[in-house]
């Protein structure tokens, strides 16, 4: 058989990469019957919630679908649809964020600043990868992203996400804590995958120099971080609406 058509249809034992865009595609399927069969045995006022991180494990199993066939087939990095897949998810992130903190006054000018932010990070992170990403002034547009990153960090740690948080009580409180710390830790690790695959990704020095392996460990990287960040979230705010539950 020829070795092209093998490649279509086998995910060799040392491709990773495959691998683990394979996993990522079962996990989040799992994770979104979960969170959507769970829906009919959960509280009215949590709902809602539930539902988005349904749609935000659901979204990303759709394009890890996809991305798992154009790797295999291609065996590149599925840029675009990475960022596609972000562009819809981490918004729906940010509107959790505004979902427990509403009862107690979140504006929307609140969820906008974060959507506004989440998309800077996204469309100059996707621009350094894209369009920079072999070069070495990637750097730049991946310290643009961090601000914008930063600033997220910085509304959800100790600006109105956190002071909302703050007044709504154990369990809101309480998510919007490990939450935060998804933010901090886990959305951290996607700047690791950048600096690893990206020409000039840590101020202008580049780690991995063979570009296919540049490319492997970034998607590896970022798979790894989506299936903690999506999942996890998710299990938070399911968490959250049981622990009312008993209260
Ligand atoms: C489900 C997908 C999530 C939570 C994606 C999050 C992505 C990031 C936090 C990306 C951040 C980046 C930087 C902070 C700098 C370098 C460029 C990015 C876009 C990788």
Redesign the pocket.
Request: charged share 15%.
């Given at each position: 058989m020829p070795q092209t058509l093998l490649n279509a249809t086998v995910i060799a034992s040392d491709n990773y990469v495959a691998f683990t865009f394979f996993i990522g595609t079962m996990a989040m399927m799992a994770a979104s019957v979960f969170f959507f069969f769970e829906l009919n045995n959960t509280d009215k006022k949590w709902r809602t919630s539930l539902l988005v991180s349904g749609l935000?494990t659901f979204i990303?199993a759709v394009h890890y679908y996809y991305m798992r066939g154009y790797n295999l087939e291609t065996g590149e990095s599925p840029t675009f649809f990475r960022y596609v897949?972000?562009i819809l998810?981490?918004p729906l992130?940010c509107v959790e964020f505004y979902l427990i903190t509403k009862k107690v006054g979140a504006t929307q000018g609140l969820l906008w600043k974060l959507i506004f932010a989440s998309l800077v990070?996204?469309v100059?992170?996707?621009i350094?990868?894209a369009i920079y990403g072999t070069e070495t002034q990637s750097w730049v547009?991946?310290a643009i992203?961090?601000v914008?990153?930063f600033y997220i960090v910085y509304l959800i740690w100790f600006g109105d996400v956190a002071k909302l948080a703050g007044s709504a009580g154990p369990a809101v409180a309480k998510a919007n804590k490990v939450l935060a710390w998804f933010v901090l830790v886990?959305?951290a690790i996607?700047?690791l995958?950048?600096i690893l695959g990206t020409q000039g990704g840590l101020f202008g020095m580049q780690l991995v120099t063979d570009p296919k392996a540049a490319q492997a460990s970034m998607d590896i990287v970022y798979n790894i971080?989506?299936a903690i960040?999506?999942i996890g979230f998710g299990l938070v705010i399911y968490a959250l609406s049981r622990s009312e539950e008993k209260a």
């Open positions: 935000i990303a897949d972000w998810t981490v992130m990070m996204l100059t992170g996707y350094g990868e547009w991946g992203s961090g914008a990153y886990g959305w996607y700047p995958g950048y971080a989506d960040n999506k």
